[in-house]
């Protein structure tokens, strides 16, 4: 990318010659404007010699070398199982997003003697909020079929052998984003603070304490202590929040980004 000043362009005189649409002129000025302050279209050009660059150097797919019709039917649902994991990850986000209007992560006891605040609001949402219940069961439900697409898609990718040179990094990714989901339905397990989320943490617990030298700082790290406590809910609160959805939607965008640059692969 050259550093020097290009020469001014009569931009403005060159669309009058065209005959543009009102769609191809707005974008074609928002275009001119973005590029005489941040030089987007050399980055796109160079995006450009990047994209075939590199795509001169994978390798052809089967089709490819032995001239085959491209049309393993067979094989195509089990092809739409990475953008089902990823539909079914946006619909959990968006629809946590709003649960989050009405949770509350606190561990206190609430107006009734056997219910914390966290599980009243949960209560709350369940019982008294319009569409509430169905919400909850969207984001539940959605959940859990990202946790089972992403296994089936794993599955697909081993069998296929896919995961071979030269995708082994996207092999990785996924291992790391199949932990991360397992991670996401942990911490989304506990926040309702009931009975079943609170035996939940404590073999959490337990597990940590039990990993060799390091297991009393990792139960400290992540729950807030060797029991249950406020501080584990706000752990798991902020983990299953804050911190995972920007990972997870990164890695996610890292891993989609990979398999448009290799394609994808297919069965041999």
Known sequence: MSLERKDDY?????????????????????????????????YLELMETLYYRVNLQMPKSHTEQYNLDNKFWYWYPLYTLGLFSTLAYVIAAISGALLGFYYSPSAAAGTEAAGSVAYESIAFIMRDLQFGFMLRSIHRWSAQVMVAAVFLHMLRVYFTGAYKEPRELNWLLGIILISLTMVFGYTGYLLPWDQLAYWAGQIGVEMSLS??????????????????????????????????????????AIHIGIVWVQGIAEPH
């Open 10 to 42: 009569d931009h403005k005189g060159w669309m009058k010659e065209k005959d543009l649409t009102p769609v191809e002129s707005t974008f074609l000025t928002t275009l001119i404007w973005l590029d005489k302050r941040f030089r987007i279209v050399d």
């Open 211 to 252: 990993i060799p030298l390091i297991g009393e700082w990792v139960a400290q790290l992540l729950f807030g202590g060797f029991s249950l406590s406020q501080s584990t809910l706000q752990r798991m609160y902020i983990i299953h929040v804050f911190l995972l959805p920007f990972v997870v939607t990164t890695l996610i």
